[in-house]
């Protein structure tokens, strides 16, 4: 039970924090679904996926009434779309465009899971769905795309880093008349998880139930505001023992929507991840965070340390609050997502190369960042394969979403609307790493991987 104090305090985190539900996702296996006729593949994908979700969006909205809790969006992930091509043939935008359908029939915000899994070498059906994003993501809406070539097992697919830097100009070029959108759909990982509830790399693992609900909570506006009314000579293990305590009141709010839609639904709950997404809006922001803690702004000396301290304390606090919690699960840096980021990035202070060093330490990796338009696509591998052996290496997830601005001016920014927010362009080394990508082949698995 929930003391009168505990309520009346997330009512103020609700109403002056920014405190909120980020997503509640439900997962939907599509193994069943597969069949050698695309077309009939496409009908069984559809049927299965309204049938399961088609009461998701009012759950969650009757959920976010009862207990005065929003929730930002509903979402749908899928299997990797790429095992049903194997399978079927055929042309797999045909999968893309039933999914944008079905997202746009049952009202939910974006259906992740247009993405392969190419950590060890092609399977049949992957480099067809690869070669098919960029189209797919120009010519829908709401369908997010991933592909993970890379893990500390298996090590990373060289071939497939080099291919996807080439999709993600592809896909910034298809759609540069709408602000390169394409490109922030897409998402590029190593060590990729099964059971992520945040778009754009969220998919239905195959080791997963038929169908789960998984939560995102937020609230980097909460953190912020606790450790401000703490003095500032406060030591630093003071600090941490704030962000913990307050990262388990906002995962007790994250694991009380999961039961609550777990039980409406009649669908398992799956996990609660306790990342701390960021918005544009002011008042919540990861990089305020990290400046409260006593930096002068984020991208200066001591902003690793920060976010090391930030994310290991988010992560004690939140599974003391849910013995579900999973998925990426610590402080996201999206650039456009967070309006500290975006200063710090329009003052100089903060660069790729420092960016780069702070994904070793926290959730993901290089996100929502947005590169000059002549960016070649083998420099944006090079910037993947660097972020993916950070991954490999310690054995934890880290990703690549950016998007070349093609057609802009470096002194221009890019504006996505809504969550994605707004950034300027970053500067990025114009070294051409181009004879290390053309080598191709497999990456092999550090020691570290040889655990049995």
Do not use: W
Not at 201 to 225: C, K, L, Q, T, Y
Not at 402 to 411: M, S, T
Request: aromatic share 4%; hydrophobic share 40%.
């Amino acid at each position: 039970m929930y003391s009168n104090k505990e309520i009346i305090e997330t009512i103020r985190m609700i109403e002056e924090e920014h405190l909120d539900v980020r997503t509640i996702t439900m997962g939907i296996s599509l193994l069943d679904c597969m069949d050698t006729d695309i077309n009939k593949s496409c009908e069984k994908v559809y049927n299965k996926i309204y049938s399961k979700a088609k009461d998701l969006v009012k759950t969650g909205n009757y959920i976010s009434k009862k207990y005065g809790i929003p929730i930002i969006n509903k979402r749908v992930s899928v299997t990797p779309i790429s095992m049903l091509v194997g399978v079927s043939g055929g042309n797999p935008i045909l999968y893309a465009k039933t999914l944008d359908k079905v997202a746009n029939d049952i009202g939910i915000d974006f259906i992740g899971g247009y993405s392969a899994l190419v950590q060890k070498g092609f399977a049949p059906g992957d480099k067809e769905l690869i070669n098919s994003i960029p189209l797919a993501l120009a010519s829908t809406n709401r369908v997010c795309s991933s592909v993970n070539i890379g893990s500390t097992r298996a090590g990373i697919n060289l071939d497939a880093v080099k291919l996807m830097g080439e999709k993600i100009v592809e896909a910034a070029t298809l759609t540069k008349d709408n602000n390169c959108i394409g490109a922030s759909k897409l998402v590029v990982f190593c060590n990729a998880v099964d059971d992520n509830p945040f778009m754009a790399g969220a998919f239905h693992g195959v080791g997963e139930a038929d169908v789960v609900i998984n939560i995102g909570v937020s609230g980097p506006g909460v953190v912020r505001a606790a450790i401000s009314k703490t003095s500032k000579d406060a030591p630093i293990s003071e600090i941490a023992d704030i962000i913990k305590k307050t990262a388990f009141k906002v995962t007790r709010m994250g694991q009380l929507v999961g039961i609550e839609a777990s039980k409406l639904l009649n669908v398992p709950f799956g996990i609660v991840d306790l990342s701390l997404a960021p918005t544009p809006a002011v008042g919540d922001s990861v990089a305020h965070i990290l400046e409260e803690m006593g930096l002068e702004q984020v991208g200066g000396c001591g902003t690793t340390a920060c976010l090391a301290i930030l994310n290991d304390a988010v992560k004690k606090g939140g599974v003391m609050a849910s013995s579900r919690v999973g998925g990426l699960s610590g402080a996201f840096i999206p650039v456009s997502e967070d309006k500290g980021m975006i200063d710090a990035v329009e003052n100089g202070s903060l660069s790729i190369e420092k960016l780069e060093a702070m994904t070793a330490v926290c959730s993901v990796g290089l996100d929502m960042i947005v590169l000059p338009g002549d960016t070649t696509s083998k420099i944006i591998s090079g910037l993947i394969l660097d972020e993916a052996c950070i991954g490999m290496i310690n054995s934890k997830t880290t990703a690549v979403r950016v998007i070349p601005a093609i057609g802009k001016k470096d002194d221009e920014m890019l504006n996505f609307g809504g969550l994605l927010g707004y950034a300027p362009i970053s500067k990025i080394s114009k070294l051409k790493p181009n004879v290390l990508i053309n080598r191709g082949g497999q990456i092999p698995a550090p020691l570290n991987s040889l655990k049995n």
